[in-house]
């Protein structure tokens, strides 16, 4: 008799990575509300004259601002994977339909993509 082979993760894998998912998600909402505050209190302190030392200062928002861009669409992504937990669906991927390594859902939770999936799109 053949073992089945596994085509979801049980319950209680599920409920692991929703722990993980959520302790990112409370990290990323606080890191946003954190660069959030900083500009803000940046744009309070600034006068409306520009002068070229100010090149630096505007440099930095703007890389707050793309950081902050970053960690929005990171919220977006671990907020579907949240989804797909109560969908039963997380950590299959979406090409192979084959399950996530445990490892690269931990390090990536909201990966769609397998290892071998990610790698022969990379390859396109």
């Not at 319950?11 to 998912?21: G, H, P, T, V």
């Not at 409370?26 to 070229?52: C, E, G, V, Y």
């Not at 090409?95 to 999936?117: D, F, M, Q, W, Y």
Request: with cysteine; charged share 35%.
């Amino acid at each position: 008799m053949s073992e089945k082979k596994k085509t979801r993760y049980s319950d209680e894998e599920l409920a692991e990575f929703k722990q993980i998912i959520e302790d990112k998600l409370t990290q990323a909402r606080s890191d946003i509300k954190t660069l959030r505050s900083l500009l803000d209190n940046n744009d309070m302190n600034q006068t409306k004259i520009i002068t070229f030392e100010d090149s630096s200062s505007t440099y930095s928002k703007e890389s707050n601002l793309k950081f902050i861009g970053r960690l929005e669409r990171f919220v977006r992504d671990l907020e579907n994977a949240l989804i797909r937990i109560e969908n039963k669906t997380y950590g299959v991927c979406r090409e192979t339909g084959k399950l996530i390594s445990k490892a690269r859902l931990r390090a990536v939770p909201h990966a769609t993509l397998s290892i071998e999936a990610k790698n022969r799109q990379d390859r396109k």
